[in-house]
């Protein structure tokens, strides 16, 4: 039996660690922001946001997507927001990814 303080081996997930959201169709997520970061890429700013999910797992979503990055510009969630994402998939025939998004300031949830 492995100790419970062994660090996990690099082909294990860790389950300390956040990841990246990368949802399926019809996947959503619901939790309070707890990190919001600006980071640049060879397309120009973008911004992850680290939710902790009602489930207690840490899930980090980047607005790589423009449906996404629109939503969550219109939004600008903050630390201590509450966050509903919703992922649609890909609009018929197209190529945007569709998503719906909602989120309530920690003064409207208190």
């Known amino acids: 039996m492995v100790p419970s303080n062994t660090p ?19 996947e959503g997520l619901v939790g309070e922001v707890i990190d919001r970061e600006d980071f640049e890429t060879r397309y120009g700013s973008r911004t992850a946001w680290t939710i902790l999910t009602e ?30 994402i919703r992922y649609f998939g890909t609009e018929p025939g197209g190529k945007k990814e569709l998503y719906a998004v909602r989120s309530f300031n920690s003064e409207e949830v208190a």
């Open 55 to 84: 489930d207690g797992n840490e899930v980090r979503v980047k607005n790589f997507h423009m449906h996404l990055r629109e939503l969550l510009a219109e939004h600008d969630p903050q630390v201590g927001d509450r966050v509903a």
């Open 8 to 26: 996990a081996l690099p082909n294990e997930p860790d389950p300390t660690s956040n990841s990246d959201w990368e949802p399926a169709p019809g």
